[in-house]
């Protein structure tokens, strides 16, 4: 079996697009709206990002996350390092788990894991 896809209710889709382009290689499929767009990642995972009701803000479950898998502890600490750059909150690469890894919040609140 093959996920097919995954949809992340965010509050607003276009910064949420662009973060995901910038800092994870995500590329738009189709010409996006305010309320729905389609990304395509580099190994051909499919991620949509909705808000179809118009939400301000979008709530998930504390523990809920999305990992990313780098080939490199460098490559995790250039991400680490270009998001403080951009002014995000992220805390140091840490070893935790059998990987180095950090998480943060994105925009949106999502929360986010870079890992190797």
């Known amino acids: 079996m093959k996920l097919n896809h995954l949809n992340l209710a965010v509050s607003d889709v276009l910064e949420t697009q662009l973060f995901f382009e910038k800092y994870f290689g995500f590329r738009r499929l189709m010409p996006g709206s305010p309320a729905f767009a389609v990304l395509r990642g580099e190994d051909g995972f499919t991620l949509t990002l909705s808000n179809l009701n118009k939400a301000s803000a979008v709530a998930y479950p504390e523990d809920f ?3 990313f898998v780098q080939e490199t502890e ?7 390092q270009q998001l403080r750059a951009d002014g995000y909150d992220v805390a140091e690469p840490r070893k935790a788990h059998n990987s180095w890894t950090f ?3 994105a925009p949106g609140g999502l929360l986010i894991e870079v890992l190797c």
Do not use: S
Request: aromatic fraction near 16%.
């Open 65 to 67: 996350h999305i990992g």
């Open 74 to 80: 460098a490559r995790v600490n250039e991400i680490n």
């Open 103 to 105: 998480y943060f919040r």
